[in-house]
């Protein structure tokens, strides 16, 4: 059952509430109702202004709709537009994946062939997903998307997310771990150095994916394509043979992730380490331009995420800012700015003359010198 209503009783007042539930989905918006009296409470807490959420990292938060992408972390399912993962690695190339993503369905013949002459005809030996749902790249997309900022630069906003080691960038640290471990045969001690917590393992564990990551699946197929013999991709089946076996991995879940072999496919098609995440993002870009077209076909709505503020809070500046207030309104009554300046630019004079607290320019910089 996915709809229905959440009652809620607030302990500070004694009043009920209904939240609808839709889709196993309640808005944020609606907890704004719930209000409390100010008083004996901090003004930093802000409980008339309603009842706030806090989700660090956004680990519970659903900040858009989409058609895009399905996904089901606890079962390894990877669906776009309705298409299981599989559809598209068996029978789809590149331009019908893009085109399924950006136009929601699968192109014709000749849409097809207009489309391969517009497009790199090397991106279609590049693996990786299309696209993976609200990623933190295509968060800080969609918050490009939602000033109504055009596609090039949400794209540049999701690159510049994406490099962190937390993300595409993961890829390449995975890489260059495996390098470092200079054989097979450490594995078993940097398993333990990672379960005494000496050491990080990139490329296990995801935040979704608890069974089998299925791009895995994939990479391995390209690999074996083009030789399973490689030494680093033979540490990596050895950190997972290890890991999928330890009771410290699997009571926590913890799976390998598409980061701990696709490093080594790059590797293996010619590419630097350095190049891997750029390669993710080229491959991803269809996807995040898929998100940026169903964004900008839905009502504007500039994200403005509010803060859970825990610092002290000063005295009420309200004697200071009414004085200004009434200064503005007079002036917009009489559309003339000229008293308003006036008012603003002798309050410092006044004050700099008036009495010994008065502050004296520095010699240095009233000269003009470096100071």
Request: glycine letters at 8%; aromatic letters at 8%.
């Amino acid at each position: 059952m996915s709809e229905g209503v959440l009652h809620v009783t607030d302990s500070r007042t004694s009043r009920k509430y209904e939240i609808p539930i839709n889709r196993n989905t309640v808005r944020a918006s609606s907890f704004q109702a719930i209000k409390a009296p100010e008083a004996g409470t901090s003004r930093a807490d802000q409980v008339a202004n309603g009842l706030r959420l806090y989700n660090p990292g956004l680990k519970n938060t659903a900040i858009s709709e989409s058609k895009l992408r399905f996904l089901d972390g606890s079962m390894g399912i990877m669906q776009y537009r309705g298409h299981n993962i599989a559809d598209f690695w068996e029978t789809a190339d590149f331009e019908d994946t893009t085109h399924l993503l950006v136009w929601e369905r699968w192109p014709t013949a000749a849409e097809r062939e207009t489309l391969r002459k517009n497009l790199v005809r090397a991106a279609q030996d590049i693996p990786e997903s299309a696209d993976l749902g609200h990623t933190n790249s295509t968060a800080a997309l969609l918050l490009g998307t939602s000033t109504l900022a055009d596609p090039l630069s949400c794209l540049i906003s999701a690159l510049s997310s994406g490099y962190g080691i937390m993300h595409f960038g993961a890829a390449e640290a995975s890489l260059k771990s495996l390098v470092a471990i200079e054989g097979k045969e450490n594995v078993l001690n940097l398993i333990a150095k990672v379960k005494q917590r000496e050491a990080k393992l990139f490329g296990y564990g995801h935040r979704i994916f608890k069974t089998i990551d299925p791009r895995i699946l994939f990479a391995a197929q390209i690999m074996n394509e083009l030789g399973s013999d490689h030494p680093l991709l033979q540490v990596a089946m050895e950190i997972d043979r290890i890991a999928s076996q330890d009771k410290y991995f699997v009571s926590r879940k913890l799976q390998a992730n598409s980061d701990l072999y696709i490093g080594v496919v790059y590797t293996a098609l010619g590419f630097e380490p350095s190049i891997v995440p750029v390669m993710i993002m080229l491959m991803r870009s269809r996807g995040l331009m898929a998100h940026w077209r169903e964004a900008m076909g839905q009502p504007a709505n500039i994200w403005r995420p509010q803060q859970f503020y825990t610092g002290e809070v000063g005295g009420s500046p309200a004697g200071s800012y009414n004085a200004v207030a009434s200064e503005w309104s007079t002036a917009r009554a009489v559309g003339n700015l000229n008293n308003l300046r006036a008012s603003s630019a002798s309050e410092p004079a006044e004050k700099s003359t008036s009495g010994d607290s008065a502050t004296s320019i520095p010699k240095a910089r009233e000269e003009g010198t470096d100071a």
